[in-house]
């Protein structure tokens, strides 16, 4: 995606759902982890596979979705 460039859509890949990098993690993970109160600190160390720029852009990728649900995500 040319917006996320850390998003990744591969139906290969966790049924397709966003994932960062292509690794197994998805986004959702990400924000639950998120809203229960660990931080990114705490993520950082149980992902150490992840970077500080992917969780800021999971965020991102959040708040897109939440904007602009009715927009085609391969549109970006």
């Known amino acids: 995606m040319k917006r996320f460039p850390r998003i990744t859509l591969d139906p290969a890949v966790m049924a397709g759902r966003p994932c960062v990098r292509g690794l197994r993690v998805t986004v959702s993970t990400l924000l639950r982890l998120m809203a229960a109160g660990h931080s990114r600190e705490?993520?950082?160390?149980e992902y150490p596979y992840l970077q500080a720029g992917d969780?800021?852009?999971?965020?991102?990728?959040?708040?897109?979705?939440?904007?602009?649900?009715?927009?085609?995500?391969?549109s970006q």
């Not at 969780?55 to 391969?74: D, G, I, K, M, R």
């Open 42 to 45: 705490q993520i950082l160390a």
């Open 55 to 74: 969780l800021e852009e999971a965020l991102a990728f959040a708040a897109w979705l939440a904007e602009s649900p009715e927009e085609a995500l391969t």
